[in-house]
């Protein structure tokens, strides 16, 4: 099965996703997938943004207690290859895991990004003014997609992370920045230092024993050589200037910054097997590490070229010319 990543928008009053959604339908970017209990309100044809928010609202008025009236989620998988019928049938299977199978439902589908998606505008209050829990939602609905998608949360850590920690490593922030590039969070907490992702912690280890193991490390200068080689003859062809990567979320075309990439560091995972992750402050390049995968190792940036020197005057690479990545 395909991945498929979840956003979770659960802290409106009113229904803004609605008309949100309806205003794509109706420029043409966006179809209105799927609809359900509704009620009467579907007998009539073609309801309007403002019919379907009132309908909503009257819903979602049944329970004074419920602090939020919407209920927005946004299902995408990476890029196109998925039809949509596909991407619904993963919706309605989660939706009837987290409760939702018999509220009203409006899911939107939506391709004007790289990645297919579908936008679901429900409410938690039912029509007997009982309220469907919403407790660890995030993390709930993450954990059930995973599971709809066949996705192993721990084969996934040991394949994607566990080899990265017995890379040898001179500085915690290094092995911070490449595990939040990642999706991992990792921090530290009560003496240990702790890796977590989809509201499972998957590594503890004693803060002392980590920073002992740290200590150990020591940079292998013939190696520190190539990759300054490495990295001087690609700049010279590929942009190593830093592109942010951002991921589309709903509403007003904002977007959310989850990483970024370059030219040059597409072209040494392709080639080298190494990648490069950026440090940023305040959109101002300050630092890189690379992960060096053939030897085992994650390398301070400045210990192999200068930052100035990295993205001295070069060649842009023609497949990024065109601007930011967009997920």
Known sequence: ???????LFTTARGFPAIAYNMNKVLSGKAQLLHVANLGVLYAFSGPSAADLTHYFGAVSSLNLRSRYDQFHAVLSTRGKRVPP??????????LKGMGYQDQPLLIFFHEDTQNHHLHIVSTDVRIDRS??????????????????????EQREFSAEIAPLL??????????????????????????????????????????????????GASLDHARIE???????????????????????????????????????SEFLERTRNISICYSLRNGALIGFTL?????????????????????????????LSSGPYRR
Request: glycine residues 8%; proline residues 4%; contains cysteine.
């Open 1 to 7: 099965m395909s991945r498929i990543v979840l956003r």
């Open 85 to 94: 019928e596909e991407l619904l049938g993963y919706a309605q299977e989660w």
């Open 131 to 152: 309220k469907i829990a919403d407790s660890f939602d995030r993390i709930r609905g993450i954990r059930l997609l995973n599971q709809i998608c066949g996705v192993d």
């Open 166 to 215: 017995s890379y040898r490593v001179t500085s915690i922030h290094q092995l911070s920045l490449v595990l939040r590039e990642r999706g991992y969070h990792f921090y530290q907490v009560r003496g240990q230092y702790v890796i977590r992702k989809y509201g499972i912690t998957f590594f503890r280890l004693e803060a002392e024993k980590l920073l002992n193991g740290l200590k």
């Open 226 to 264: 190539e990759l300054h080689a490495m990295l001087q003859s690609g700049t010279l062809i590929h942009n190593p200037s830093p592109i942010a990567v951002y991921q589309k979320v709903a509403g007003n075309n904002r977007k959310r910054l989850i990483g970024y990439r370059s030219a040059l």
């Open 291 to 319: 992960i060096d995968h053939p030897h085992k190792q994650l390398i301070d940036g400045a210990a192999v070229m200068p930052l100035n020197e990295l993205i001295r005057s070069h060649h842009p690479s023609p497949e």
